[in-house]
């Protein structure tokens, strides 16, 4: 099976500019969970999707959300980005029911804002 | 506040021996537990998990030991290898009692460096 795939592997913008970023889940999985990772705070969730509904959402403002579709592929979009959203951003997908369930990452977005 | 704390940034050790990983937590309400590698430019990639209602979980050379009195967990890697070299995250999640509302909680991550 082919793994989960995240799409563009790196991405330079600049402050106030909006973002999306792609996520193909392992093939069969429904759940998508999107993380982001910086030196300073480590791995934190963002929000999980499943069946194209967001399941679970963790403590981040309003500019950061995203989207399932129905093949279970997800988009996470950051508007109006600011210099603080310079991370890595993995998405990782589950087969299981529940979220706190094995995860299955892909390599990751690297975003920089400058 | 950090849920999830591995208290050793890095870790070295000799090739042949025993790597043992070490992960606290705060919240009474975590009930799964799971280990990942991660090598640089990659995603993690999971390793091992344990619930709640046990104290121990064998893979090959992994285990993973659970002290819930003591919100401890550990991660055993024996014979250590040097494909072992990488950075390891604990992470834990409120799976039965909570749903996973809040998905997975990680911890910052060990470095782990095998000696030839």
């Known amino acids: 099976k082919a793994g989960v795939t995240q799409t563009p592997r790196y991405l330079i913008k600049t402050r106030g500019q909006q973002v999306t970023l792609s996520c193909s889940p392992i093939?069969?999985?429904?759940?998508v969970s999107w993380y982001q990772q910086t030196p300073g705070q480590g791995l934190q969730f963002l929000f999980e999707y499943f069946s194209e509904t967001q399941r679970n959402k963790g403590n981040f403002p309003g500019r950061f959300s995203g989207r399932q579709f129905s093949n279970s592929r997800s988009e996470m979009n950051v508007s109006t980005l600011e210099l603080g959203d310079s991370a890595l951003y993995l998405c990782a997908s589950s087969s299981g029911r529940w979220t706190g369930h094995e995860q299955y990452f892909g390599p990751g977005t690297r975003l920089t804002v400058t | 506040d950090q849920q999830v704390k591995q208290n050793s940034p890095s870790l070295s050790v000799q090739e042949g021996r025993i790597s043992i990983l070490n992960c606290d937590y705060t919240n009474s309400m975590f009930d799964y537990f799971l280990w990942y590698k991660k090598y640089p430019a990659e995603g993690p990639t999971f390793l091992i998990s344990i619930s709640s209602i046990k104290d121990k979980n064998e893979d090959g050379r992994f285990t993973v030991f659970l002290n819930k009195s003591a919100k401890h967990l550990s991660l055993h890697i024996v014979p250590s290898q040097p494909g072992d070299s990488a950075v390891y995250f604990c992470a834990a999640s409120s799976m039965y009692s909570g749903g996973g509302a809040d998905g997975l909680t990680f911890g910052k991550g060990t470095h782990l460096i095998i000696q030839p």
């Open positions: 093939s069969g999985h429904r759940s």
